[in-house]
């Protein structure tokens, strides 16, 4: 492993998966190879432990001030808590900006369960937000913004290209899979990487290979669903329907990429589905398939996950920072297709599973030129 290498990285959203995410690098970091369940160990040189963040912003009065360590575990975040992470004490969180990034499902909830903003005469300017990036040093920066904020996650990529930083989109706001984003990245020589995390052992993962096995066995599959709930800021925020379009498209195409042939719109539904306080950062998953065996017989499905989701994204977050940094150790600049089929829901290319990981190790294997 080649020693002394370090990823400074900034965090555009300090909710539940950033906690999980800078918890993680702590756990990495005692325990090295003994962490649990750590996908991808060593990217090309690049450890999870490799990643220190450097710079944070938000826009909850709770986390804006605070030292990095203490604003991930500040409500209305609700994750488990596996690491203190003190070590990224030292960071301090600057306010960001608001804009579209707080919908009216979560204004209407009690603070301790949705935002508690900060004032506008106090929200972060593009000038002032390019100058801490730049005056941090970062060179990856990874936002996760709540679903439906499109304007602020179009506004933080721009601040990312100003400041010359590679940029991870966490979120179903498409930047790496939109064309013209893309083309922005590519023009100003760094990579961009998204859109949409699948989880390490998700719904939409689960939905994906269940459509694969149907297909694997030449079985047709008539029609689907995958419902979800949970009790975090982020199914909270998905109450507001309308901040649902990309999310539904996200998780609905990265199905119908698995499948022999496209369901009619009609016969696949996925999606958040509802919000439940008491569930916390606990997300339960309804998947059903109902298709045909051979002579027509029918064939059933039902699967129910109930999983923690923030460690979920997290560790998917710790590979694509890693990735990130690779790219841009490469001069490999706009959307990265072998770096994201893998790790996203909507990347710029979709890809079978199987191929998805393929070519993510083959772009791990090239050789850095540094």
């Known amino acids: 492993m080649k020693s002394g290498r370090v990823i400074k990285t900034a965090i555009f959203g300090v909710g539940n998966v950033a906690s999980a995410l800078v918890q993680g690098v702590g756990h990495c970091r005692k325990l090295g190879d003994q962490a649990i369940s750590l996908l991808l160990p060593d990217i090309d040189g690049y450890r999870p432990e490799h990643i220190e963040f450097v710079a944070a912003f938000d826009i909850d009065r709770r986390k804006v001030g605070q030292p990095l360590s ?3 575990l500040a409500p209305p975040n609700c994750t488990r808590i596996f690491d203190e992470a003190k070590e990224f004490s030292g960071v301090i969180v600057s306010p960001g900006r608001i804009l579209d990034g707080i919908s009216e499902s979560i204004r ?3 603070p301790a369960h949705s935002f508690l903003p900060i004032g506008a005469s106090e929200e972060g300017t593009r000038a002032s937000i390019v100058e801490t990036l730049r005056a941090s040093g970062a060179k990856v920066a990874i936002s996760f913004m709540p679903v439906g904020s499109q304007q602020a996650v179009e506004f933080y990529a721009a601040c990312a290209i100003e400041a010359g930083v590679a940029f991870v989109n966490a979120i179903p706001c498409l930047i790496a899979s939109n ?3 893309s083309a922005r990245f590519a023009a100003a020589g760094l990579p961009v990487l998204g859109d949409d995390f699948k989880g390490q052992v ?3 993962i689960l939905h994906r290979t269940l459509v694969d096995l149907f297909k694997l066995r030449e079985t ?10 949970g009790g ?3 199914f909270l925020n998905m109450l507001t329907e309308e901040r649902l379009v990309t999310k539904r498209l996200s998780k609905t195409e990265s199905v119908q990429a698995a499948a ?3 369901f009619a719109d009609r016969n696949i539904r996925v999606g958040p589905s509802d919000y439940v306080p008491w569930l916390n950062d606990r997300k339960v998953a309804f998947v059903r398939l109902e298709g045909q065996l051979f002579g027509g017989a029918p064939i059933n499905i039902e699967v129910r996950l109930d999983v923690e989701d923030s460690p979920n994204a997290a560790v998917m977050a710790l590979a694509a920072i890693r990735l990130a940094r690779v790219a841009l150790d490469r001069s490999v600049s706009g959307a990265v297709p072998d770096a994201c089929a893998f ?4 990347p710029p290319k979709q890809m079978q599973d199987a191929e998805a990981r393929n070519r993510l190790i083959a772009f791990i294997g090239k050789p850095t030129e540094i």
């Open 220 to 229: 047709e599959v008539d029609r689907s669903y995958q419902l979800n709930v």
């Open 179 to 181: 064309p013209e984003w």
């Open 70 to 72: 203490e604003a991930i």
């Open 108 to 110: 209407i909830e009690p």
């Open 260 to 262: 022999s042939k496209r």
């Open 202 to 204: 998700g719904a939409t």
């Open 343 to 346: 790790l996203f829901k909507h």
């Open 232 to 234: 975090n800021t982020d």
